[in-house]
Structure formats: structure tokens, C-alpha cells
């Protein structure tokens, strides 16, 4: 396809009901779909002679907790031949189990375990479906909004062990109080110092 343009009218014409929505930004291809279409969609992106999106760059998501459907799945494909991009996106519930890409794009598997991992979101038929980011025993999802921002325990290699061990969080005093002036302004307790010095002399 010689411009976005056309890629976008190629793609509505022979994608017509599967596309919900397109338009064309920041010298992209946006599409929205439905989850159910997502396998179709990305094998005709990647074989059709006119779009060869041969490229899978990443699989991400957003969190919108307040929305019924909370989660949006966003794909993002390169085609080297025309040098575009595209991106697929489609929103799902919190619960619900999507089509995995790794029968198309082997690299899929990794960006999915990701998604799986920061967001909690399950794919059927992956080869591998663990967290990749986080440890063994983790609870909750990092990348949902609900996640806490501070909890009671933490997690840190244990040499006595030999293991990752969970254990309750402790702040030491000194970082309690610790000083947040600028070092090349000086610290309160080293113009301290200076002054007494000064004041000796």
C-alpha cells in the first residue's frame, strides 16, 4: 500500500464486519475490533500481498476499572515492505479468556505472559502461560489500577534460605529521616558543622 489511506480503505473493504472502527493518527492505522475477530484480522494483516504486517512489535493493555468491560487489548504490527504500522485494539471483562497470537507470531509468547502477568488477563491455547516478571507466589497484577501502592509485606532473596522469602515490611530509622536537600546546596546537619567551625576559628 502506497499510503495510509489506502491501507485503511483496503482493510475496511475486505475486512467489513470485523472492523467496528478505523482511523488513521500520529502516522498510524488505528483499528478497533471485536475479541472474537482477533485471529482473522491478524492472519489477514500479516498474509494479504497488500498489507504484509509481518511484524508483531508488542501486545499491551489498559486498564479502565471503572468501564464494564475493563481491560483493552492493544496490538501493534510493522510491515518492513511498506514501512507502516498498525494498531488492533478490542476491550474485554476482567474475567475473560482471549485468543493467543503464538500460532501466528511465535514472538506473541512472551508480550502475552507479560500482559498475563501485569494485568491478570488469561490467553487459551499459549504454549507457556506464567508470570515472567514478577516471582513464584506473587499476589495481584502491578499494572492494575487497584493494585496497592504499598503493602505489608516484601520480597527479597534470603541467603540463610537459599530461597525468595515473603516477610513483613521494615523501615529502618535512617530512612525514616532521611534528608531530601539538593547535595549541591548542602545538608542541613554538614551547615551545621560548617557553622560551629566557623564560629571556632
Not at 471503572?66 to 504490527?77: A, H
Not at 488492533?88 to 507470531?105: A, C, K, P, R
Request: charged share 30%; hydrophobic share 30%.
Amino acid at each position: 500500500m502506497n499510503t495510509l489511506n489506502e491501507l485503511e480503505k483496503k482493510i475496511n473493504s475486505e475486512l467489513t464486519t470485523k472492523i467496528n472502527n478505523s482511523e488513521i493518527k500520529h502516522d498510524q492505522v488505528y483499528i478497533e475490533i471485536d475479541k472474537e475477530d482477533l485471529l482473522d484480522v491478524i492472519l489477514f494483516l500479516k498474509t494479504n500481498r497488500d498489507t504484509k504486517f509481518r511484524q508483531l512489535i508488542d501486545i499491551t493493555a489498559v486498564d479502565y476499572p471503572e468501564l464494564s468491560q475493563r481491560f483493552k487489548l492493544v496490538y501493534l504490527l510493522l510491515s518492513h515492505e511498506f514501512n507502516q504500522r498498525i494498531i488492533v485494539s478490542y476491550s474485554v471483562n476482567e474475567n475473560e479468556v482471549i485468543n493467543s497470537l503464538t500460532s501466528i507470531f511465535p514472538s506473541a509468547n512472551w508480550m502475552e505472559r507479560e500482559v498475563f502477568d501485569m494485568y491478570g488477563i488469561n490467553f487459551k491455547n499459549h504454549p507457556d502461560l506464567r508470570r515472567i516478571l514478577t516471582d513464584y507466589g506473587f499476589e495481584g497484577h502491578p499494572l492494575r489500577k487497584d493494585f496497592p501502592l504499598t503493602g505489608h509485606t516484601e520480597v527479597r532473596y534470603s541467603e540463610d534460605e537459599k530461597k525468595v522469602v515473603n516477610e513483613a515490611v521494615k523501615l529502618e530509622q535512617n530512612y525514616r529521616n532521611f534528608d531530601y536537600e539538593s547535595p549541591w546546596e548542602g545538608t542541613k546537619y554538614i551547615k551545621e558543622l560548617k557553622d560551629k567551625n566557623e564560629k571556632k576559628n
